[in-house]
């Protein structure tokens, strides 16, 4: 949004210059144009429709806006959230009751105070001068409003500085409850200590759980697979070793073979449980601790299946496969016609006989309109169709052919067309009926008699068809 100079704002800012005073900026307005956004000139004397004004909050000059015609001067401007419900279209700066500059603004909807959405809006008006000097702004600090994000930041830092709030904190720090006004209190405090089961702790349950160390001493980590496989690979290089040194110095001490001796759980370690030891992966025993090779055996398996996983998705991952282009669809349709196939067709035609496809504007080949011309289909043959303008169609097979034609425009009466009949007058003869409101019929013989009546009408012609509507006859060539 940028605003110009009225011709009363320029000749104010020349006057400002001669005198060697400064034009003082005091206000802006806003209005919503009356439902439409307004062409403003210089020689604009005022809004279309002014819905609010209020006082100036700052001016700027904008270093980043200078032009051949001067620099750029940034007034602003805000409007409360207790205005609002209306449109923004226009807005116009004022020097006191001088028009100083006027523009469009972009189109935008105030919230009305009751609104949800209500909020405040700022609103920055760029006007060019030829000499920044002779404009100044008028501030009345009664009416000075603080932005939202201008408050936000100043609290923000007020909350952070150590000496907010002395009194709260000094209330805070000496504020205590007596015990007995402490309501939904333990019967006894402290209360009575409680303990928790390794089941429901849980072993993963303790700080840096997870360790693939063989050397740490923790008390407070787990021992992976990986550390465990580690070790236990490392027993049996000793377990084998010793068994072959066994093997040959086996020999018992009566002293230490009658002597009863027992280990506590934390000798023995995890495996002092009843048929400690399982290599199975299928097997639910909540009693028995899984080896290495168990672990190893479902952490390979687990491997095998992700990565056939993976690779069953990386083959598998291809969406063209899934869906249709646009251009397959089209394809596909085009090949389910049958060529020689007519449809009807309520869009333009060019001077070719090509009817014109609505949604791309270009002519569709793949159709001639059936003008009784020859077109050359998109394959290269050459396909002839039907004279169908003016002409409605009539299903073949029976009594009519493909290709036969008849009927007519218009249809004129004729005699032998026209259903036998005949027009009778009944008159009597052999009475006299001058003076009566009745023709008086004078005979060469007496009785009753029968006479005919004079041709009137004509033979014009006169159209038969039914209420109707034109379109296209195309050909699927």
Known sequence: MALILTKAGLAALVEAEESGTKLQATHMALGDGNGSVPEHTTSSSSLINEVWRGALQ???INEQGDSDAGKQVVFEAHVPINAGGWYIREAALYAGDVLLAIGTHPVMWKPAPEEPTKMEHVIKAPVTFGNTGAVSLIVDPTVVLASQEFVNEQLAEHNGSQGAHPHLKKLLNEHTHAWSVITGKPSVFPPAGHTHTPSQVGLGNLPNAK?????????????TSKAVKVAYDKGKQALDLAGQKAASNHNHNSVYATK?????PAQVGLGNLPNSKSSSVSSTSENALSTSKATKTAYDRATQALNAANTKAASNHNHDSRYYTESEVRSRIADSKIHGGIE??????NSSGRPIDEKTGQP?????????RTYASPDGRNVSTPNMRDRFTVGAGGKYSVGSKGGADKVSPTISTTASHHHVIAYETGNDLSGSTYHNFNSRNTGDYDDGTRHTGGSQAHENRPPYIGVFYIKYL
């Open 58 to 60: 700052s001016i700027t």
């Open 211 to 223: 360790s693939d160390s063989v050397t740490s001493t923790s008390g407070n980590s787990l021992a």
């Open 260 to 264: 009863t001796h027992t280990h506590t």
């Open 344 to 349: 009807l067709f309520s869009g333009s035609v």
């Open 364 to 372: 569709d080949l793949r159709y001639g309109v059936c003008d009784g």
